[in-house]
Structures are given as C-alpha cells and as structure tokens.
C-alpha cells in the first residue's frame, strides 16, 4: 500500500514536472528562435520609435532616458515616458503629481511601448487617463515604492 | 502612398496602399485600400486604437479608416498596470 502510494505520488510529481517544463517551453524560454526573433523586433521597434519622433525627441529620449510628452488636454502639463517600461510620471507646471502605470494588454517591445504612450497622450488622452492605475502625488512629494507593472 | 503599422509582439507589422492608384482604378491597388481598411476594423474591434501620424503634428485618433492618411499607426488595448 505503501509503495503504491508512493508510485502514485511519483507519478503525479513528474506530470507536474513534465507541464511545467512543456509550458516553459511553450513561452519561449528554451527556444532560441524566439530570442532571436525578440531581438529582431526589439530593432524593428527601435527603427519605427526613431522614425517617429522628431530630432529633438530622439535627443532627450537617448540623453535623459525619458520622453516628454506635452498634455492636449491640461495646459501646463507633461508626461515623462520612461524608455524602458515602468512608471509615467506626470508634471502640472513642471511638479510631480502623478505617476501612472498603464501597459499594453499584449506585450511589445519596449520602443513600442514608448510609442503607445506617446500616441495615446497625444491623440487619446482622455481615455488613456481612464485606462491608467494612478497614485497622486499632489502635495506629498512621496515616491511610491509599487513597481509597474 | 498609405502605411498602416500594427505594433505587436513581433515588432511593426506593415501594411502598404497607394490611394492614388486605387483612384485611377487599378484593381490590385483597390484591393489593397481594401485589405488595409479590413485589418484597420478588425484591429479596432479587438479594442486597439488608430493613430493618423504625421511629422512635425501630434498625433491625432482615427475611428475610421483614412485612405489619404500617409500612416496609420494601430496599438493595442491598453490597461492599467
């Protein structure tokens, strides 16, 4: 009885073992033509986010590791979009008072995420706003110590 | 020349018309403004949003399909993280 329940534990371990290992690889993890093909679109999206931005915007991008993105909406205001994914902080007459987490449904890569913020600050901000996990700041001064995503 | 961009895991897709052509009636060029307006609906019905891009201009949100446009940026939905 013994025995059986430890081959039936056994068994029951290496299924887990042989789903998780199946679902890794699923994902990518072990497959080196999906690494290849991510950086292939890492470059395909650092090429379109370059095209896309003016001169000025590239310079800031590349030198302050942040792009600013003026509000349609809010006068005085302006979005810092951060060149890796992470939080969008938000300045009202050049103070923090938000920062904002808002990400993609599926993933992209990270020029392309600078882009979405962009083109969604720009041209729907209203919704984006809507959309965006916010912590004000207004005030406070505090740093928030959550991550994004 | 029209260029609609699909911005998805595998970096831009791009999709290529050239509304001139379609105008004077070649058909290959027709059915490409077609294909290119399918994809712009079918992507909007998913929930992603449509940006005409233009140099220089803020980039302003398509609800329909805009054969003139020069490019068509299409994003995904996005969430609060």
Redesign the interface.
Known sequence: MTIYQDESQLLVLSAVLIFVLLCTWWRGGYSPDVKRCDSEAEARAAALLQELLSEPERQQLAQSGYLSVPSSGTEGRAYRVPAQPGWVEVYDEGKLTMRLCVEPLERLPAADVVLMHKLMIEGNEERYLHEANIVHLRGTGRRTSQSCP | MGKL?L??????RTVVWDEKQAKEGDLDASAAVREAERIFEEELRK?A?A?R?E??V????LDSFDPEADQI?I???????
């Open positions: 961009r911005l998805s895991v595998r970096g831009d929930g949003t940006f891009v140099s220089g803020p980039a302003k949100r940026v994003v995904p939905r996005v969430a609060g993280g």
